[in-house]
Structure formats: structure tokens, C-alpha cells
């Protein structure tokens, strides 16, 4: 079946650093791909999507690239705040099956000032 | 426009009881999905309604039920609670009518503990 894989936490960073996040995924045909975030105390919220191979997702200065050939989304950020604070969800809708969304295990990142 | 509002917001409950989880979606929003998140197994899909049928399902025994209203608003239950029923239950809201990969909108949740 589907899965999501991705790199567990916490990630810890101070304000102004880089941030990546690994996501690699297992489907068959040509998923859509998402990143949601959750702040503490909320539900989720989608930050961004990509549809199909090579497109890329970008919002809120956050960026993913869908890579067919690795599998892979990896979420980056240029300068990180600490308002960015929360937990990262990779995850995959099968190509036919709209919504049924199949999510990673997450990723706490905590920005220090 | 309100967002997604899921009632009540925590719930304590025993082993063996049953429960009922209120979602309403927003505004114009024909389809509601439910999402059980646990520190274990982490966010899972649990089904999903439009326009009052179940249009998706997923892995959960059939403890685990839910129903939609004409107004769509959506309720879920879980009968004979079990320890491992503790989570955080999570409802979405989309249109339902565009083809695919629609925008979600999730509400706050339900805590659930069962004691």
C-alpha cells in the first residue's frame, strides 16, 4: 500500500537558519503530494502541494519539488522564524481517490531566537 | 466564512462505552472526512462522506462508524471504547465537487481519552 516516510524530529534550529525536511514516498501511478503544518493547539493546515513530477509547491517562503525519480519531497526553507514553530506533515493522495490523504509520521520543528 | 468546527473539543470516556464526535463543515462544503491522530500511528484516514453516503473508507473495525447529515454536517462513533481509541480526532471539509486533490480545511479536533 502507500506510505510516507519522513525524517523524525525534533529538528531544533535558531532563528535565520536553513531548514530541510526529508520526505520520500511509496505509491503506485502519480500521486499528488503535500506538505501540511500544525501549529500547537490546531488542526492542520496545507502550506503547500504539487501534482505532478518536477512541479514545485511554494508558500509562506517554503518550498518542495516533486521528484519521481527519488520519490522524494523534501521541504525547505531559506531563513527560518520562530514563528514557523510546529509540526510538519509530508503526505500523498492516490492519483484516483481525491482526498484519501495517506500522511508521514511528522516533524517537530522548534526555532530558538 | 466560519471553519471547520468540531464539538466538543476534549471528551473523557471509559473503556466499553461508545461516543459520539460532532463536525461541522464550512459553508458550502459538501464533503467531510475524519482523521484519527495518535502519537503511535500517527495521522490515519478513518472515512469519508458526500452528500450523505460514505465515499471512502478507511482500515478502522467496524467500531468505527459515522454518518452525514442533509445539511452535511457529520458525526462519527466509536462503540466499546477500547484504551487504545485515545487520540485526537481530526474532520476535514472540502467542496467534494471538483475532481481531484481538492483543498482540505481542518478543524481544531476532538480530544478523546479513554480512561
Known amino acids: 500500500g502507500d506510505s510516507v516516510t519522513q525524517m523524525e524530529g525534533p529538528v531544533t534550529l535558531s532563528e535565520e537558519a536553513f531548514l530541510t525536511i526529508n520526505c520520500t514516498y511509496t505509491?503506485?501511478?502519480?500521486?499528488?503530494l503535500f506538505w501540511y503544518v500544525q501549529y500547537p493547539g490546531e488542526g492542520l493546515q496545507l502550506l503547500l502541494k504539487a501534482t505532478k513530477a518536477d512541479d514545485k509547491g511554494s508558500n509562506k517562503g517554503f518550498e518542495a519539488t516533486y521528484r519521481k525519480e527519488t520519490t522524494s519531497f523534501h521541504l525547505e526553507k531559506g531563513s527560518v522564524q520562530v514563528s514557523d514553530s510546529a509540526v510538519y506533515f509530508c503526505?500523498?493522495?492516490?492519483?484516483?481517490?481525491?482526498?484519501?490523504?495517506?500522511f508521514g509520521g511528522g516533524t517537530r520543528v522548534l526555532v530558538k531566537p | 466564512k466560519a471553519g471547520v468546527t468540531q464539538t466538543p473539543r476534549y471528551l473523557i470516556k471509559t473503556r466499553g462505552q461508545q461516543v459520539t464526535l460532532s463536525c461541522s463543515p464550512i459553508?458550502?462544503?459538501?464533503?467531510v472526512s475524519w482523521y484519527q491522530q495518535t502519537p503511535g500511528q500517527g495521522l490515519q484516514f478513518l472515512f469519508e462522506?458526500?452528500?450523505?453516503?460514505?465515499?471512502n473508507k478507511g482500515n478502522f473495525p467496524g467500531r468505527f462508524s459515522g454518518r452525514q447529515f442533509s445539511n452535511s454536517r457529520s458525526e462519527m462513533n466509536v462503540s466499546t471504547l477500547e484504551l487504545g481509541d485515545s487520540a485526537l480526532y481530526l474532520c476535514a471539509s472540502r467542496t467534494g465537487t471538483a475532481a481531484t486533490n481538492e483543498k482540505l480545511f481542518f478543524g481544531s479536533g476532538t480530544q478523546l481519552s479513554v480512561l
Open positions: 505509491a503506485t501511478g502519480y500521486p499528488s
Open positions: 462522506y458526500f452528500s450523505e453516503t460514505q465515499r
Open positions: 459553508s458550502g462544503h459538501r464533503s
Open positions: 503526505a500523498l493522495s492516490p492519483e484516483a481517490a481525491g482526498n484519501k490523504l495517506t
